[in-house]
């Protein structure tokens, strides 16, 4: 007997292995396994890092290479949720720089204690968004301008606050600095997380199981629960033994990906998550649905100017200064393009908190790949962009019929 | 005392006076169907009545109370559902997240399973003809996604119910169901405002017919004693119409 | 009424002077160069009026701001050019409208300014690598040197790149990698680093860092690394500089008479915006030139420095409690 | 030998297969309905027939000729026009702009005025109440949309027609401007292929009725001899469908 | 008797003075007259920025301000036409800068006549366009990846071009040069164009009318065309004489004005524009009518990088250097934000030529209004985003009740 969810007689069955398999294609070209060519395409570029400089794929690398993008990940996590509402933030840059730049004078200078510091910067980052969603709430400025004027202002602000002294050193024994440069998590424990983690992915997904089951739905068998569990123990854990080998896992990355599970579950598990995804989907429908835009709003643009803001404190902790070049350059592009590579749509309603992680590692690889190369700056340039092209053509390509569905 | 009242609305966008003096009332547990042409203002109406507009003039009576309707969601915490005729569902969630959205079970930890549960109890009375319910809307065909919509409005309690060409998009089956369901409204003493173009629906289901003409009120009809011929000469403002002139054509060739 | 130093000249007495600087990736021209040439100015000739532009690295940008000093009716132009070549252009402009322009810091070779002030910054990279690299051979330091360079797009960071070059060239340690690091951002010179620790683990001697920023990067990295801190060098000798100096951290930067100069280009501004044609001491690109030596700071001459009447930073503000003892052992109380 | 010939066409969306194996054939000069349930195929029908979608299998045949419709440039090369039922306007654009989008009267300068009074003859004929043609279609309501989006397949002259659920949203005058319409292009020598689920509509115009159910062909009936509760019974595939059902119940509660 | 697309009795007649009026409120509020808005608010900041430097007004700063906006005012021209698909591209700045390098060398170090060296440094930018669609038409990678990665590459080899001298100078007397900096219009040419402008369009507007009479449909009646041209005769007459009394209009500006009403035409008044704005609105509806689909996406791109070219060349005609720098700095931010400025969505569909000219003037004004008042870098920047603010801000009020009608 069928499950009363799979009754219908134009659902292809998926049975046996080749059934499967067929099944996961046709998933990937639907979008619905949004993530596997991404993952795909990282993998393409590894490997080419790997031949061009056998250096990159060295534990000591990897290290550097997941703690490096910490800040903008953290950065690029709060553009992934205002893009899914289809607004833009321009001026993450400037708000992280401006909050590194707080953090470091009330920390280092007024001599508050480290939390409180952190904890004003991310406050008036916070502060921002809300600022940002009522102009664009009351006054209907595109966002793209609001943000833009505020990459001007804060940017001033910070230069302002910086002042007389431009640049302040994070003192390298304080804890923050610490944190985020030498703090790893020891190999049993992270052995222990593994486990933990994979443990949990399966209570989770059997208990669910067996809600479904009782309410005479399709479910997933407990031995393919327990094949995924397996698969994610062993290959998390054989990644944790690789890292284990020099210094291991940073506190620092373990703290963003932990931030990208609580958004990932925020945005697929709550109400306000469905309401984010439906704004970014179709506004006018949202609002007719009843539900709160403008809340919705600010609520999105507060959570993306904190993370900015949290992304310019642990990037200040990492660099173990603050100073007038923080958060300039490329964070914003980098922060914006790491939400998009990773499958976020510019167009609202279509990505993932994983979108930013994936993206950010992307980036990273292919900036870190490069600079081990000792390449020229112009070639180094030029590669970076083939290399970028390259990863993310292997995500598109996977997707070409869908878009051709018209389901873009 | 009319559960809805409506007088004197009026609504202009731009030069185009979509809406003149318009007035209109329901009552608990009767059905009151609104027809007129194509343009005539009918989903402008609904459009005020569910927050979706503010009305340049005129004023609303719920329940006996003078009420404004700032937006959607006041219309939600009045009472009123409604079914656009735009549909207004989001394409990029499926199936199940457009029929609980903004009113999902368990906020803070979505109870997926007894949503599923419910959708597919909502649908199958509906007699949808739904694959699976984990699609996106976008891949939906134009009768399902009608069907969605129904099935959402029916998932709070509402007082009153609209329905915005409702079975437009149905085939037979749908609609006769749609149908069941209006009776079903009524007896349970729900209002419900239904607009339809098709004359042989509207006279099975609707207690009152209100035709709208250019934006004006055009004339109440009682459903039960009224030909369609009547209602169609009062949509069209001619009573020799192309309608009448197709029939009597028709019949002329049969003959 | 005109101050100490003004002469009676007519123009003189409430002229608009512009002091157009390049950029505020390297922190001085907003910190030191902009007030205290205003502060000069304004001893000079109370009733004259600064007006100060930075064109944030953009070349376009400069001569906008050329163009709209000019269009005020300024007596003079400072300018610290964005590039060097651009700003023929800019001088081109100013001349044929009567104006004189002063280049200052960075010199415009290819059209004739009517003064140049400066200490030139090929000059400045030479000497921070070459005390660098005294230094690894005064150490018997083993191993190679790495180096960081400023922007790939600024016009500047490629003459410090030149004079590094002419140091650690010659200096018998081999240049183990180099890298221009986009935007002078010091995030991705501590993540260039990083990956050489990596790739040449206990091989680097010595870093040349190209300004403070990413000197503190480079130390940065190394303390992330969990290796030691090999000796680096800065530019440009800004506050947390000059604490990392004193801490041990960084070995060296290099201070600007910036004080000096300021007050040198504000006196000459001065006399051109009075209709005076004042000398040079020597002529470089056929321009009436003056030409100052900046001074390479290390854990060595530090004290002095700081004591020097005039420098911009304040021994109070170096020695904050953190630097203390530090400070303290090396006679700064 | 028909105009339009189809034979085997299969068609699926991931694991959903919409179409199986359908056969359909058009002449110059017929008329045929495609009549199904909701998600019967219907729509995926007409986009592989205008070249939205490549089916899966199957081959067609126009005059005789097997062809592939790449595109629906293609389809539009081989004299196939198409109103789709999700319309297919560009809302940012007024009326006329959609009624000329990519049929332009001259392209290097547009003659505005010319398009202009073209468009009015169009939508008159088809009894539009449209208060002016320069609102962007965003504005317009549902039927004034889809008399835009059937006047538009007009423009040209195409050889076969297809209307998906053409009447749907459209008022009763604007319904049976329409079937006159299918009427005279039928004696043009035009093949139409029109998808309703209205069995009076489609019985009134119709040659031929193909019934799709769940993507597969369920029987073609000649529209004039068979009676609307036998191809009802095609659709649903039950004799002892909710349609008889409700039509028996009325019936009973109107003795 | 009332025309024939005036006869529906629901449309409210507008008669009289006060009739004109209220139908003036209900166009701007519709968004018909798009412009309006923001020309209103390009006026509240001249009018702040005069009152805080009276120089600002002044005609030699204006001469000034006009030039110095046409480098960037012809990259956001194609700028406008990729927003208008819906797209993005974030590498015009780079063009910009390639192009200008190439030219520079060519002429310059190789002793290429001038037109020659440019000729070719805009088929390369129309190259670089063609590529992008390709690539996006063929891989579908989101243009915003592609042009980041073109933004790398492009920068790369402008480093690499520009290679071991890092700057070229033009000669001050060479003939682009001159063009860019010295050539002005005399000012009775400035006069003769400004008559033949307005007798243009009376009589443009006179011969459709006339068209529309005899097609029984409303037109303007001869009288308001003559007060049109009149007032725009004024308009233009008075700004020329202002200009006129220190240099005059420069010849660059002319050109800028003359691509601006080119591309204005067709994106108004041909199949291709109308093509442009229906890709914008609804790509598969554009696909269902027949448009070939691709060709639009690379005509659009092909034109943005030309002009991104063309703009590259102008700068460095006006800067009389090709250097490092050319094209870097915020000059994609700039284009891009000119663009929006002026009402150009970022979705697509909504959008004017004249937007890009409008938006590059506030964008000017701004800047050389600040620029005047000698302030900090750090209150530039501040001040900079606030008056931004400011500008848009007018515009998007006005616009406020239309977004409510749900026809953002
Ligand atoms: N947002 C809007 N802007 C401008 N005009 C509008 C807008 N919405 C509706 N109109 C106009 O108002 C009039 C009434 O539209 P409405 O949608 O209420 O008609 P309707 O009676 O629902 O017609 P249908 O039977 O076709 O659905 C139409 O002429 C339409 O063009
Ligand atoms: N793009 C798509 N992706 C996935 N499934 C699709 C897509 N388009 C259609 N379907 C599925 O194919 C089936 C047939 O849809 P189709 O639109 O052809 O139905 P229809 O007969 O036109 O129905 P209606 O009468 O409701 O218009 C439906 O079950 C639908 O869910
Ligand atoms: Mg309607
Ligand atoms: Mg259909």
């Given at each position: ?408 | ?40 203002g009918k989903s402008t109406l609904v459009k005020v009545l569910s927050g979706v507009y503010a009305p340049d003039a005129g004023t609303i009576g719920f329940e006996g109370r003078e009420v404004t309707i700032p937006g959607p969601a006041a219309a939600h915490r009045l009472g009123i559902a409604t079914v656009f005729q735009d549909l207004a569902l989001c394409e990029n969630l499926n199936v199940i997240e457009n029929l609980f959205l903004g009113q999902e079970l368990g906020p803070f930890r979505l109870d997926d399973v007894a949503m599923e549960v419910r959708s597919w109890e909502l649908l199958r009375q509906l007699s949808a003809k ?126 | ?219 940065a990295a190394f303390k992330a690394a969990g290796d030691k801190v090999p000796p680096v060098t800065g530019n440009d000798a800004e506050l947390a500089a000059l604490q990392r100096v004193i801490s041990g951290d960084q070995y060296n930067t290099i201070s600007k008479p910036i004080k000096i100069v300021a007050d040198a280009a504000a ?67």
């Open positions: 007997m069928t499950a009363a969810d799979l009754s219908d007689e134009r659902l292809r069955q998926a049975t046996g292995l080749r059934g499967s398999a067929s099944a996961l294609v046709d998933r990937v070209r639907a979008g619905e396994l949004g993530m596997v060519p991404v993952v795909a395409g990282l993998l393409v570029i590894c490997v080419v890092l790997q031949i061009l400089n056998p250096i990159f794929l060295s534990s000591t690398n990897l290290v550097n290479l997941l703690m490096e993008c910490v800040p903008v990940g953290v950065i690029a996590l709060g553009i992934v949720c205002v893009l899914l509402v289809g607004q833009i933030d321009l001026s993450v840059g400037s708000i992280s720089g401006l909050s590194a730049a707080i953090m470091a004078i009330l920390f280092v200078k007024d001599g508050w204690p480290a939390w409180l510091a952190v904890l004003v910067a991310l406050v008036a980052g916070c502060a921002i968004g809300v600022l940002y969603a009522e102009i664009f709430n009351r006054v209907g400025i595109p966002t793209f301008v609001i943000t833009l004027a505020g990459l001007l202002s804060f940017l001033g602000l910070q230069l302002k606050a910086l002042g007389a002294i431009g640049s302040v050193n994070l003192p390298f024994d304080s804890g923050l600095v610490e944190f985020a440069q030498l703090k790893f998590v020891p190999p049993w424990l992270s052995y222990v997380l593994v486990l933990l983690a994979a443990a949990w992915l399966f209570v989770v997904g059997f208990l669910h199981a067996a809600k479904r089951r009782t309410a005479d739905l399709s479910a997933r068998s407990t031995r393919f629960l327990l094949i995924r569990s397996g698969v994610l123990a062993v290959g998390l854990g054989l990644a944790a033994w690789y890292l284990n080998r020099t210094r291991g896992i940073g506190w620092m990355f373990v703290l963003f990906v932990a931030l990208a599970l609580i958004l990932h579950y925020a945005l697929t598990s709550t109400k306000w998550g469905k309401a984010v995804y439906a704004v970014g989907g179709n506004v006018e429908a949202a609002r007719r649905a009843g539900i709160n835009v403008r809340l919705v709003y600010t609520s999105v643009f507060a959570i993306c100017t904190t993370l900015a803001a949290f992304g310019g404190v642990l990037g200040a902790a990492r660099l173990a200064a603050a100073n007038q070049a923080s958060g300039g350059g490329d964070v914003n592009l980098n922060a914006i393009a790491a939400a998009v590579i990773g499958g976020t749509s510019l167009f609202g309603g279509r990505g993932t908190a994983f979108a930013a992680v994936l993206g950010v590692l992307v980036i990273q690889a292919i900036s870190s790949g490069l600079t081990l190369l000792s390449l020229d700056s112009s070639y180094r340039f030029f590669v970076t962009g083939v290399v970028l092209l390259l990863a993310v053509g292997v995500d598109s390509l996977a997707r070409r019929t869908r878009t051709s569905h018209g389901r873009a | 005392m009319a559960t809805l009242q409506l007088s004197g609305i009026s609504k202009s966008f731009g030069a185009v006076a979509a809406l003149t003096e318009v007035d209109l009332s329901v009552d608990a547990g009767q059905v009151v169907a609104i027809v007129g042409d194509n343009g005539a739904l694959p699976t319910v984990r699609l996106p809307v976008a891949a939906l065909s134009g009768g399902q996604r009608q069907t969605v919509a129904i099935a959402r409005s029916l998932l709070g309690d509402p007082k009153i119910i609209i329905l915005d060409e409702p079975t437009a998009a149905l085939g037979v089956a749908q609609t006769a169901e749609v149908l069941n369901l209006i009776d079903r409204l009524r007896e349970n003493g729900h209002g419900v405002i239904m607009i339809s173009h098709n004359m042989a629906d509207v006279r099975a289901v609707a207690d009152q017919v209100v035709v709208l003409r250019l934006g004006r009120n055009n004339g109440v009809f009682d459903a039960r004693s009224t030909s369609s011929e009547q209602i169609v000469a009062a949509i069209t403002g001619l009573e020799d119409n192309v309608v009448s002139q197709r029939a009597a054509r028709v019949e002329g060739a049969d003959q | 009424g005109c101050g100490s130093g003004g002469g009676t000249g007519g123009g003189g007495s409430d002229a608009k002077i512009a002091f157009l600087m390049p950029d505020i990736a390297s922190t001085r021209y907003e910190l030191f160069d902009a007030p205290l040439f205003t502060a000069k100015m304004k001893e000079l000739c109370s009733g004259c009026t600064v007006l100060y532009q930075n064109a944030a690295a953009d070349p376009a940008k400069q001569q906008q701001q050329a163009n709209s000093v000019l269009a005020q009716g300024v007596k003079a132009i400072v300018i610290d050019p964005v590039d060097s070549a651009a700003a023929a252009s800019i001088v081109q402009t100013a001349q044929g409208q009567g104006v004189p322009v002063i280049a200052y810091d960075r010199p415009i070779p290819d059209k004739k300014a009517d003064y140049y002030i400066s200490f030139d910054n090929e000059k400045i990279g030479q000497m921070i690598a070459q005390s660098l690299v005294d230094h690894l051979k005064a150490t018997k330091a083993t191993g190679g040197i790495l180096q960081v360079n400023g922007s790939p797009t600024d016009a500047a960071a490629g003459l410090i790149k030149k004079g590094i070059h002419s140091a650690v060239d010659p200096s018998g340690y081999k240049l183990l990698a180099e890298f221009d690091t986009p935007g002078w951002q010091p995030p991705k010179a501590q993540e260039w680093v990083g990956g050489q620790i990596t790739r040449f683990p206990n091989q680097v001697a010595g870093v040349v860092a190209a300004n403070d920023g990413t000197g503190g990067a480079t130390i006196t000459v501004a001065h006399e051109f915006a009075q209709g005076n044609k004042p000398a040079g001491k020597t002529t470089l690109f056929d321009t009436p030139s003056q030409l100052f030596t900046p001074t390479v700071v290390t854990r060595e001459n530090i004290a002095e420095v700081l004591k020097e009447p005039g420098f911009a930073v304040k021994i109070a503000d170096v020695c904050t409690a953190e630097y203390k003892a530090a400070c303290t052992e090396l006679g700064l109380s």
